[in-house]
C-alpha cells in the first residue's frame, strides 16, 4: 500500500483543516488507517485511528471532540477533519495503514506497516 498525506497548511487557532490521505496499491477495505502527527523535538504520537471495519474509531484524549476520522473505502481516501485547532496541534501529520491490526493495537505506531510521508499542520496563536 502508498500512501499520501496532503492538506497541510497554516491556519491561525480555532481554525479548521483537512487532511487527507490517498491509498494506492490495494484497497483500503478491511485494513485499519491511522493518524500520527511529530512536534519538533517530540516523539511521533497517535493522534486518530479508524479499524479494519471501517466501523469503528479511536481517538487521543487531546483531540477527541475537536477531529474526525472518516473514510471512503472505494475512493481509497481517509480524512482527519480538525476543527478547534491549537498552536499544541502544529506538527507533521502521518497516515499510516495496515491490514492486520486488531482493535487493541490502534494506538500503536509499531502496529502499522505501510506510512505515508508527513503533511505539515502549522497553527498560529
Known amino acids: 500500500v502508498q500512501l499520501q498525506a496532503s492538506g497541510g497548511g497554516v491556519v491561525q487557532a480555532g481554525e479548521s483543516l483537512r487532511l487527507s490521505c490517498a491509498a494506492s496499491g490495494r484497497t483500503l477495505r478491511g485494513v485499519a488507517v491511522g493518524w500520527f502527527r511529530q512536534a519538533p523535538g517530540k516523539e511521533r504520537e497517535f493522534v486518530a485511528a479508524s479499524d479494519r471495519t471501517s466501523g469503528g474509531t479511536v481517538y487521543s484524549n487531546s483531540v477527541k471532540g475537536r477531529f474526525t476520522i472518516s473514510r471512503d473505502n472505494p475512493k481509497n481516501t481517509v480524512w482527519l477533519q480538525m476543527n478547534s485547532l491549537k498552536p499544541e496541534d502544529t506538527a507533521a501529520y502521518y497516515c499510516?495503514?495496515?491490514?492486520?491490526?486488531?482493535?487493541?493495537?490502534?494506538?500503536?505506531?509499531?502496529?502499522?506497516?505501510?506510512w505515508g510521508q508527513g503533511t505539515q499542520v502549522t497553527v498560529s496563536s
Open positions: 499510516a495503514a495496515d491490514g492486520s491490526i486488531i482493535n487493541s493495537s490502534l494506538r500503536r505506531e509499531s502496529a502499522y506497516r505501510y
